[in-house]
């Protein structure tokens, strides 16, 4: 029987953001596959789940180190705040293989507590350039600086998993990114879990354009900003903005212009109606880093989709995207698309790509016959 410890670093129930949908998809796929699961959760506000333990042999809760009780001056926040003993006691009692959720969770592997165990790191981003992306985007000077030294920290610290265990990218960018700092290391690619086990597009004509994605997220906030003044003020065709706690500059932003809204908090059925109904879903992306879930979602459940290369570069969704290099171009290509229909063979070509990258039961097998 194939047993396997998977370390999350956040409670990945409900799937709601792209971090989470990845890990409980996973867990969800491997499960499925007849793998016993040793879960280990770090839970800082999303509570209990009862729905993992249905799909784990054991669920193991973890409370972060969060505050100044968590800060280091030589690792980043993201880990030590999770250096968890309990954590090492737990993973020393038998000699599974470990699945590390992000380089969050990774703290013990560093330490070299867990020499000699075979371990593999899931990343999640090149999370020094992510952290340098927010640096650049936030209003407050206290939470660039945080930023930037963290960035500078997890330029090292990723550096330094050299060597320590399999790393498996989302993206092949990423995996190029890391075979430069980490010369010693197997690393390998293996695309997103995402939970779309079917493309469902509503062929036809949309009504409206739409950027969704999480609104708290200051790359996010930027980008639909960006969508309000550069594209849309003077496109005069209705634009959605939708997702999670927009903050209040962006919520009057969006209302200025009577084309112009914003959705906050939908539900997810919410969210996958307004998906499914938008005729051009526009997504520019501040950052290269990642695949964002806005992408996969607007790929298997949207319409027309008008994206910069750094969107979806390294996804292999190209073929389904139009790619714009600036503000005249997103307008010039959604003014070309919004009335023009999404016909089967659009259709289609999408559901080819979504059963040629990212089927789970594929990736799941690929997953366990790189474990054992």
Known sequence: MKQLHIVCLDVPYPPDYGGAGEMFHKIRALHAEGVLIHLHVFEYGRGVQPVLESLCASVHYYSRMEGHKGLSMKLPYIVTSRANPELLERLSMDRHPILFEGVHTTFHLHSGALKGRKCFVRLHNLEHEYYSMLARNTRSPLKAFYYLFESRLLKKYEAELDGKAVLLTLTDRERQAFSACCPNTDIRCLPPFTGIDQTDIESGVGNFCLYHGNLSVPENERAAAWLLRNVFLRL???????????????????????????VANPSEKELNDLIRKAQVHVLPSLSGTGIKFKLLNAAFKGRHIVCNERMVQGTGLEPACHIAGSAEAFGSIVMQLFRKPFDEDEVMLREHLRKTLMDPQVQARQLISWIW
């Open 236 to 262: 005069k065709i209705p634009l959605v903005i939708a997702g999670r706690k927009p903050s209040p500059y962006l919520v009057r932003l969006a209302h200025r212009w009577p084309h112009t809204c914003i």
